[in-house]
């Protein structure tokens, strides 16, 4: 057996199963494909039902995580072949160029300064810009830049240099190369997350290409105090305050006709909060949330819920949204209220559209590597949903995290964990099992020894 | 007179770019506890501590500032950092002048100079009191006890067991299953439930490393972390355990409370758990508790008690819209001339393939969901009449119903309360277990070394109640994988000569950690408890209390520092 961890995702469930694994004396190897680790989790700007602020629950954790004895990091990384069975698995690792030595980079951002490409951030959902060298965020673990070499004005041959200059530790190197290494692993832990919805064709109907209609994350980065906007709530075409603000749930979820049959469960509630967070922000604003069913299941999450309509004045509509689309420097809203059967018109400044959880897009190719199942939609299916939730079937490679479907963070937590007590099960069994066959091999010789006496 | 060492960081540009960095180090430079002052671009890089190591013997430092970013950053890097220059690591503080300093006052560089000064000011004060502490080393008992031999419990104790480790299971009732054993089926595996409970309830009892103990209860306990003596009513000596997992479940909510419903007054008014018990037997248990007769038409109920913060509890029960769902596809499929009908509020069907199952049960299934509140259940004839309203058509509507059943809330176990005060574990207003944080600590009370599983901490269904059990029993592996605990020196203390004894600090703590001490008559500390909340130290009327290097000296001398005495 080999007393090593592999956790493929470094978000909230791969932070957790990794750090109860490592700090029950394992190694773990978290294998994580951005440049840095914290997952969707990182870009939260407050958590329901508490409205705690998610960097600040979430950082000391990331540092745990990284400065952790006991934990490989390896971001910019993927898994790209796996071979073997539990307790020996052999496990290639592609590693992409970060083009920033990490033992050398201090964060200090004189590279940035004179990087003079300008590209979307992703981190901040497009909402702000990055440069070609740049930190996903300020609190990012590893705290170390790194080169986008799409952005780059050119590495081969090296168009620009002018970041490798201003580098005084030089620290920036423009010679890396994708590299390839190999690991032996004795269990998995699969923990690759989510992405949101953005079918096209389903997400016209919301007109989701408008400045002004975005989805659930954006909105995230546009109430967090540490995003493009400082905390402010302004639309983004004219960096007004908007007045009325639609949110509309199962953007593609609960839709088995033109999008996803499945609930994404965690909408309910983070609509829900989304919507205190605005009214904080912009008292006199008015929110309205079209709705199909409120799914507030969840400690605190049903008395959460009355709080947004009592405290804060949410107006819930229980009905679809049948039509999105800008007039005047306004967006229209036409859904209809099922429960007074009349149509609904509302002028808003702001569309904020519950996009659906899907898998991420590795899921698949993951899965297949790893020689375990995956259900219609990407999700990674569990031996028994019920008795075995987060066993996957095939020996040694356990599940976590929203990979497993939709799920909100506690559950996430409490599963991951529930995978790490999988792994140190197996460990701690194969420990005992090494145990006795060395007494056993050792039995021989002493009566080989009584034999000569 | 202390020698203290303060160490600038620059962190880049991201403290030196707003304050002035060089002034710090020269005001900072003038206090006379302060020997050597000096500044480095990052403090946390290699060269950065070896910079603070040589300046401990070069200078004779007995204490350390760093002045940089949060403590929760590297507070353990320089503590490493000191310790390993032979600086006892409690004599190293830091002053965060990044976060709460040039971050946030970015525009206003002379003012964020002056407040760097400050910060670090304080901490140099705090740091000439502090005391060279030593942590705790506490020994681990390497046994667990696991109380609730449901689901959950069975789950948490086979995973810790699977391990090599010992546990401990304690049930009140005389038989393993909890209340999965009067499950009908699970939602995912139709008419499954009993097979796949009795598999675990097999593996749980031929388990060598699992003692059960059924027909008992947990009387007391003492101790602390890694060191629980548990009494137990089946025992005569105390159970000697390291970790304790709560899974107690919860029981049902009494018919009695909903006179709305016919609640116990109406025989054919049943509750959901009773109705589990009829499906159990197929269509020859579904005789209706009256007369016996297979009822035709079925009402299902759901928020029956739940979310209702008059009459009922304030709460959701997570599981009833699933389990309502199902228990009408079986009654279909027992009775297929029957007809289903359920009031409902929303469909809270959030899960793996729940939408769809909920989508069969109304498509496939013809079973009919009414969108709307039920006003009053009464007595017919031969009938109950439900009269509710559909509030999508806006119509009142009745239904003449041979049965009716109440998706009742779960309630959390009837001895949760008296459990969760032995146990020093938090429970909420309704009486479900704490967890230590709502999002990040899920399965760990607030009380060291208390794990929680299952329905105890909240409502859940199986899945997540199992996917919960063994998250529990990680912490319980990752406690037993230490040889010792390490626990912070930073605890409460006595003064002893201040000391009347009068007890206060014994009723101000909350996690048991102060006692008097029964032959010297002065208030003790239970290290291992303490959790240094501070409770007892505002509580002392003589100021005899007092938390390790966060003494009232050190924090007023601070605040001074800050108001400018």
Known sequence: MNYRALIIGAGISGMQAALDIANSGYEVLLVEKEPAIGGHMAQLSETFPTLDCSQCILTPRMVEVGQHPNIHLLTLSEVVDVQGEMGAFRVRILRHPRYVIEEKCTACGDCVATCPVVVPNEFDRGLAARRAIYIPSPQAVPAVYCLDPEACLGLFPLACGKCADACQIQAIDYDMRPETIEVEVGAIVVATGYELYQDEAVMAYAYMSHPDVMDGLEFERLLSASGPTGGQVIRPSDRTVPREVVFIQCGGSRNPEHGLPYCSKICCMYTAKHAILYKHRVPEGQVYVFYIDIRAGGKGYEEFVARAIEEDDTVYIRGRVSRVFPKDGKLMVWGVDTLTNSKVEITADLVVVAAAIVPSPDSRRIAELLGIDVDEFGFYTAADAEMTPVESGKPGVFLAGVGLGPQDIPETVAQASGAAAKVLSAFAAAKAEERARRALELEPEIQNEAVVQ | ?565
């Open chain 2, 1 to 565: 007179m202390s020698r203290i060492g303060v160490f600038i960081c620059h962190c880049g540009i991201n403290i030196a770019g707003t304050v002035d960095v060089e002034r710090v180090a020269e005001e900072i430079g003038q206090h006379p506890q302060v020997a050597y002052a000096t500044t480095y671009s990052y403090m946390c890089s290699d060269p950065g501590q070896q910079l603070v190591r040589e300046s401990i013997a070069e200078y004779d430092l007995d204490g350390v500032v760093v002045a940089a970013c949060s403590p929760a950053m590297h507070e353990a890097t320089f503590r490493r950092a000191v310790a390993a220059a032979g600086l006892n690591p409690y004599r190293c503080e830091i002053a965060n002048i990044r976060e709460q300093c040039s971050w946030v006052h970015e525009h206003e560089p002379g003012r964020a100079t002056q407040k760097a000064v400050e910060t670090t000011r304080t901490c140099v004060e705090k740091v000439a009191w502090d005391e060279a502490l030593e942590p705790f080393h506490l020994s681990v008992i390497k046994r667990a006890l696991v109380i609730g031999g449901g689901i959950a419990g069975m789950q948490a104790a086979l995973d810790v067991a699977n391990a090599g480790f010992p546990v401990v299971l304690v049930e009140r009732e005389g038989r393993l299953g909890g209340k999965m054993a009067a499950l009908s089926g699970t939602y995912l595996n139709f008419s499954a439930a009993p097979g796949l409970l009795e598999r675990k309830v097999e593996q749980v009892l031929d388990h060598p490393h699992i003692e059960v103990l059924a027909g008992a209860q947990v009387t007391e306990v003492e101790g602390y972390v890694g060191n629980f003596a548990v009494r137990v009513s089946a025992l005569a000596d105390p159970l000697e355990v390291g970790a304790i997992v709560v899974a107690t479940g919860w029981d049902p909510y009494p018919l009695s409370r909903l006179p709305e419903y016919g609640g116990s007054e109406l025989a054919d008014v049943v509750d959901g758990l009773t109705f589990e018990g009829m499906l159990q037997e197929g269509r020859a248990g579904l005789g209706r508790p009256s007369d016996g007769r297979t009822p035709r038409e079925v009402v299902f109920i759901q928020c029956a008690g739940s979310r209702d913060p008059e009459r009922g509890v304030p709460y959701c029960s997570k599981v009833c819209c699933m389990v309502v769902a199902k228990q009408a596809i079986m009654f279909k499929e027992y009775v297929p001339e029957g007809q289903a009908y359920v009031f409902y509020i929303d469909i809270r069907s959030a899960g793996k393939g729940y939408d769809e199952y909920v989508q069969r049960a109304m498509e496939d299934h013809d079973i009919l969901y009414l969108r709307g509140k039920v006003s009053k259940v009464f007595r017919g004839r031969d009938q109950v009449i439900v009269w509710g309203v559909d509030t999508l058509s806006g119509q009142p509507v009745e239904v003449a119903a041979d049965l009716v059943v109440l998706a009742t809330p779960m309630l959390p176990s009837r001895q949760a309360v008296t459990l969760g005060q032995t146990l020093r574990a938090a429970v909420d207003q309704s009486g479900f277990f704490s967890e230590a944080h709502p999002k990040l600590r899920p399965v760990e009370s607030l009380t060291a070394g208390v794990f929680l599983a299952g329905v105890a901490q909240g409502p859940k269904d199986i899945p997540e109640t199992v996917s919960q059990a063994s998250g529990a029993a990680a912490k319980v592996l990752q406690m037993f994988s230490q040889e010792v605990l390490i626990q912070e020196p930073t605890v409460a203390c006595v003064i002893e000569q201040f000391c009347s004894a009068c007890g206060a600090c014994v009723e101000a703590c909350p996690y048991g950690a102060r006692a008097i001490h029964p032959l010297w008559h002065i208030a003790t500390v239970n290290a291992a408890l303490c959790q240094s909340c501070g409770a007892c130290v505002t509580a002392c009327p003589n100021k005899a209390c007092q938390i390790h290097n966060w003494t009232p000296k050190q924090i007023l001398t601070m605040a001074d520092v800050l108001v400018g005495v």
